[in-house]
């Protein structure tokens, strides 16, 4: 079955420093992998997405992310930090098939992106 | 029309009361999926329709919800007799077919039952 882990439930960075938050994921089949954005009171907002050909996808807001088979990883990056990124970060797969149905998004848990001064 | 839109955005209720939220999706998308998310925690699927028939439904869905597209435009989700556990937010989302388009979110219907 298909399942992802984000890795740190909250991550605290200086503006201006890297983001990274990480993202491993199982399938049995080749995904499709998301990032998506949500802020305080707002719904979530695709930031980018992976389907084939190039493994490095950049996303809105400066992010981007690389997609790595032998690590089943999905790390979504910033080069430096902006006040304007807090929110809390979702990673998610979609693959065919599952055990279950012919279509789902399966989610992690999130990740909280805490930006200090 | 630029977005999803779900209504109400908050709802009080008394334990055994019914609820239900309405959501209206993007207008050219013929996909509409029903997600619940808690605290700390993703969101879970709970059902999806591809215009008006309902494709997929969750194990984890109590029978005392129910959800219905029955135009294949605008959806509902019904939950009776709803009990404490049920306080969550239910967000809804529409796409395009196919499994790599990007679902569109609304802002969610937060759920508190007391």
């Known amino acids: 079955a298909q399942s992802v882990t984000q890795l740190g439930s909250h991550v605290s960075v200086s503006e201006g420093a890297l983001v990274l938050l990480r993202c491993n994921y199982s399938?049995?089949?080749?995904?499709?992998l998301f990032w998506y954005v949500q802020y305080p009171n707002q719904g979530l907002q695709l930031l980018l997405k992976?389907?084939?050909?190039a493994t490095l996808v950049k996303g809105i807001n400066g992010f981007e992310a690389e997609f790595k088979k032998s690590e089943t990883s999905f790390h979504l990056t910033k080069p430096s930090a902006h006040m304007s990124d807090a929110a809390e970060y979702f990673c998610?797969?979609?693959?065919?098939?599952?055990?279950?149905?012919?279509?789902?998004?399966?989610w992690g848990a999130g990740t909280k992106l805490i930006i200090k001064p | 029309d630029t977005g999803v839109s779900q209504n109400p955005r908050h709802k009080i209720t008394k334990r055994g009361q019914n609820v239900t939220f309405r959501c209206d999706p993007i207008?050219?998308?013929?996909?509409l999926y029903w997600y619940r998310q808690t605290l700390g925690q993703g969101p879970e699927f709970l059902t999806y329709?591809?215009?008006?028939?309902?494709?997929?439904k969750s194990r984890l869905l109590s029978d005392r919800f129910s959800a219905e597209r029955p135009k294949g435009s605008f959806s509902t989700l019904e939950i009776q007799r709803t009990e404490q556990g049920d306080s969550a937010m239910y967000l809804c989302?529409?796409?395009?077919?196919?499994?790599?388009?990007?679902?569109?979110f609304g802002p969610g219907t937060r759920l508190t039952v007391t």
């Open positions: 989302a529409s796409s395009l077919e196919g499994d790599f388009y990007e679902q569109y």
């Open positions: 207008s050219e998308h013929n996909r």
């Open positions: 329709f591809q215009n008006e028939a309902q494709l997929e």
């Open positions: 399938s049995s089949v080749p995904p499709y």
């Open positions: 992976y389907t084939t050909g």
């Open positions: 998610a797969v979609s693959a065919y098939f599952t055990m279950d149905s012919n279509y789902q998004l399966i």
